[in-house]
């Protein structure tokens, strides 16, 4: 973690090794742009996933346990995790370049569903409920 924090700093008189402004340029693709996060120490598919919608790149899905409790829950999928996760993957694919914002709009809205509108929430009572196996 602490060297993948470095790179972001420039040091030594040398510029940052990673660009930001390139990862945030809309001529950068989301391919070339995720090709890269994966490329750098500790980051997988699923951090790429999940640092893309945070760059406001929304065309890749960070699916972990709670979309398979999703895909079960709320899309009624039934069978494996792998086959799930592949079925969310396929479920989302229409959505483009806004797959990570359509499924987190959905899972959102199941959210607000069992546990009321977000602005009222009490962090310390809803708070502790967001994992999967509370929800």
């Given at each position: ?92 694919e229409p959505f483009g370049e806004f797959r990570f914002k359509s499924y987190w709009f959905e899972i959102w809205d199941y959210y607000e569903t069992k ?21």
């Amino acid at each position: 973690m602490v060297e993948l924090a470095k790179m972001f700093v420039p040091r030594g008189g040398r510029p940052a090794e990673v660009d930001e402004a390139w990862l945030t340029d809309p001529a950068t693709t989301d391919d070339e742009a995720f090709g890269f996060l994966k490329s750098l120490p500790g980051i997988g598919p699923y951090a790429a996933g999940n640092i893309m919608q945070l760059l406001g790149r929304y065309s890749r899905l960070a699916l972990d346990s709670e979309s398979l409790r999703h895909g079960k829950a709320v899309l009624g999928m039934k069978g494996t995790d792998a086959s799930i996760m592949k079925r969310l993957a396929a479920h989302y694919e229409p959505f483009g370049e806004f797959r990570f914002k359509s499924y987190w709009f959905e899972i959102w809205d199941y959210y607000e569903t069992k546990r009321g509108v977000s602005h009222n929430w009490d962090r310390e009572e809803v708070g502790s409920s967001f994992t999967a196996s509370q929800l």
